[in-house]
């Protein structure tokens, strides 16, 4: 499955909404889709999963949604920290899946 | 938590071997709600999955099929780690490895990738 993230980089400022978008080639099955954020430098680091799922320690800024072949991640109020690199990831089918990255900058 | 520390040579020569070790602290290697995977990262191919090892009384491996005639993936119970091996690499094999858990959410399907090691930058050069 072909992940198509858009767009390819958003310029915000701290405290605006972020929205960064997910289209996948097929349906994504049982919405088995992943956000991850990455640092220059860093690791991907694990935000979202089955599609609306924080992981342990994320804020509630993240949010995930969408399904079929149309995910979101919203991130509500950027603060300084969250300008990174975000990935959308599917896992539902094999092999796994890696969108092309969205980088949100100040 | 759980924490994976990689190690292993940088620069490799073309046609060599790539070898990566991942140690495990705070999950085993052996867990029936893991795997254990190697994915890489570079500008021309992005993020890539490589392959897994896991234990389901008995340890099976899955790969990527770009570089299944050439990936291996081992688990050493002894030493809690996983390894990577890549035969005859090319230019093209140059990018940041990275090992992952995967956590068994669901039984039977994929899962999503939680933790990763810090990644090692190979480089393929003469």
């Given at each position: 499955i072909v992940l198509t993230q858009s767009p390819g980089t958003l310029s915000l400022s701290p405290g605006e909404r972020a929205t960064l978008s997910c289209r996948a080639s097929q349906s994504v099955t049982s919405s088995y889709l992943a956000w991850y954020q990455q640092k220059p430098g860093q690791a991907p680091r694990l935000l979202i999963y089955g599609a609306s799922i924080r992981a342990t320690g994320i804020p509630d800024r993240f949010s995930g949604g969408g399904s079929g072949t149309d995910f979101t991640l919203t991130i509500s109020r950027l603060e300084p920290e969250d300008f990174a690199v975000y990935y959308c990831h599917q896992y539902g089918s094999s092999p796994r899946t890696f969108g092309g990255g969205t980088k949100v900058e100040i | 938590?759980?924490?994976?520390?990689?190690?292993?040579?940088?620069?490799?020569?073309?046609?060599q071997t790539l070898s990566l070790t991942c140690a495990i602290s705070g999950d085993s290697v052996s867990s029936n709600s893991a795997a254990w995977n190697w994915i890489r990262q570079s500008p021309s191919r992005g993020l890539e999955w490589l392959g897994r090892t896991y234990y389901r009384s008995q340890w099976s491996n899955d790969y990527a099929v770009s570089v299944k005639s050439r990936i291996t993936i081992n688990p050493d119970t002894s030493k809690n780690q996983i390894s990577l091996q890549l035969n005859s690499v090319t230019l093209e094999d140059t990018a940041v490895y990275y090992c992952a858990r995967e956590i068994t959410i669901n039984r039977g399907v994929l899962n999503p990738l939680d933790s990763w090691g810090q990644g090692t930058l190979v480089t393929v050069s003469s």
């Open positions: - | 938590q759980v924490q994976l520390q990689q190690s292993g040579p940088g620069p490799v020569k073309p046609s």
